[in-house]
């Protein structure tokens, strides 16, 4: 985290990166003392898993907040022409400022924070795609992540891990649901039924209709476990097999486009 701050203090843009599905639960509470100050760029990753028409909704939350927000598909490159874009104007901008204080412009640092499994990584790839030029350590910091130039912009090609937001059950079941906290912490069955829960609240039918279940039944996973046959040898319905199965056909989005967050 100290060696996170140093890099902080020297880049003219934080990308904070979050998953699309749950915008808020997976924003790091550190962010604000990690860069105070520093312009920033909310990255919604994970576009394609997350309902468009909320993800709308929420780009209209954050930017009516006063924030830069863009929503992307990191897997598919998805958003990033629209990314270039926004970085080219940004950098634009700060040269401007320098040319107004008499001094000469520069290329733009920019690093990439966020918890854990947003996406960081696949974010930055994708960012430095083929136009990938090591340009070795910059004065001051003499090991470690190197800085890549994108375009006009030097990018830290290491991300930076923040802590997640712990702060209540409501959110810690999110961040297990798409897979920012490992499910080994968490109990898998009442995490995938706060989840059926929250889904037939907001898309009512959806998951039970995929599965063949009747909707907003009580007894859906182990209705699931009888339904894959996922049987203890007893023949009971494994219910803790149908939650992780559950959970897993959510976070690779094949339940369909689905949302966990809605802006109020
Ligand atoms: N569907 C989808 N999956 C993504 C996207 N970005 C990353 N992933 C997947 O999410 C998982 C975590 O990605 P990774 O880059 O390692 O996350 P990090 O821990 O934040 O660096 C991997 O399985 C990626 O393939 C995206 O935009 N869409
Ligand atoms: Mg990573």
Known sequence: MKRLCQYIKVVDLVFEVVDARCPLSSRSPQIEQLAPGKSRLLVLNKADLADPSVTEKWLSFFRQAGEKALAVDSREGK???????LLENFS???????RKKGRKPRELR?????????GKSTFINRLIGRRIASVGNRPGITKG???IRVGKVFLLDTPGMLP????????????????VLKMENYDVME?????????????PGVVGNYFGITPGDDLFLEQLA????FLLPDGVPDQDRAARFLLELFQEGRLGALTLERPC
Not at 111 to 116: D, E, K
């Open 79 to 85: 958003g990033f022409r629209r990314l270039s874009f």
């Open 92 to 98: 634009k901008e700060v040269n401007e400022k320098l």
């Open 110 to 118: 920019a690093a990439v924070v966020g918890v854990p499994n947003v």
């Open 145 to 147: 992540p190197q800085w």
């Open 164 to 179: 997640p937001r712990l702060e209540s059950e409501g959110v810690i079941f999110k961040l297990a649901a798409v897979g």
């Open 191 to 203: 995490v995938a039924n706060r989840l059926l829960q929250l889904l037939e609240g907001f898309y």
């Open 226 to 229: 009888l339904k894959k046959k």
